[in-house]
């Protein structure tokens, strides 16, 4: 079993920045985010392998970066320029090659809004 722990939301306004932090108590070849806005389905934000691969949605490029820090098992989400439609919570995700181990945290609330 991994535990992960999320930290570093919180409301900020439109145009402002946040960083969310993601501490696995193991390493998983691949970490990331996912968000669930209310009344939508949870969707993929942006996912790092341990290589250092990143993946981004549509919606987030150029705006969100994601990076790991291998030693800490850590996974960070950097988000600036944020949006309104940028409200959800924000899910840590970690899980193995292909179909095997994935495990998720109890989600972090970010709100965008003046």
């Known amino acids: 079993q991994v535990q992960l722990v999320e930290s570093g939301g919180g409301l900020v306004q439109p145009g402002g920045s946040l960083r969310l932090s993601c501490a696995a108590s193991?390493?998983?070849?691949?970490m990331g985010w996912y968000r669930q806005a209310p009344g939508k389905q949870r969707e993929l934000v942006a996912d790092?392998?341990?290589?250092?691969?990143?993946n981004y949605a549509d919606s987030v490029k150029g705006r969100f970066t994601i990076s790991r820090d291998n030693a800490k098992n850590t996974v960070y989400l950097q988000m600036s320029t944020l949006k309104p439609e940028d409200t959800a919570v924000y899910y840590c995700?970690?899980?193995?090659w292909g179909a095997g181990s994935n495990y998720w945290g109890k989600g972090t609330l970010v709100t965008v809004s003046s």
């Open positions: 790092i392998t341990i290589g250092g691969s990143t």
């Open positions: 995700n970690a899980r193995s």
């Open positions: 193991r390493s998983l070849p691949i």
